[in-house]
């Protein structure tokens, strides 16, 4: 078996048997939520086998030009989230994927509280979400 497969291996143990527990709960949650959490895992998946192949290959290709993040970005994302990533971020040959993945957080966290709490309840911690984050990203830029 070759040292790549093998390494693939890991991601197995180390991070899908480790949510494996919340498939259990799969049938006690909404589809969004579900459905965030399946893209979320597969972005995390595909960024370990991106730097899995990089390494080997001595060549890490940047998340920003996969397709399979691309697809799973634009399922997860708005169309004004990904506007900003293309055009804020894509210039930026450093920009973290964690942006992305810290987006995808919130949207999980808002889908648990809108099924524990109620939709109306969340909506203005959304919005002091999205101002604390603009007031971030001014911060960081001084």
Known sequence: MPKSYE??????EDFMDDTQNIEINRPFVSSDLWNL???YRQIIGRIY???LWGKNSNN???WKDDKAILQARNFILTKEENEYINTSLHSDNYAPISFILNLAEMKILNAINCEVLGKPSIE???QNALELTLLM??????
């Open 60 to 62: 890490i290709q940047s």
């Open 137 to 142: 990203k001014n911060f960081n830029q001084k």
């Open 37 to 39: 959490f399946f893209v």
């Open 49 to 51: 086998v991106i730097t």
């Open 7 to 12: 390494m693939l291996g890991n991601l197995k």
């Open 124 to 126: 203005a911690g959304i």
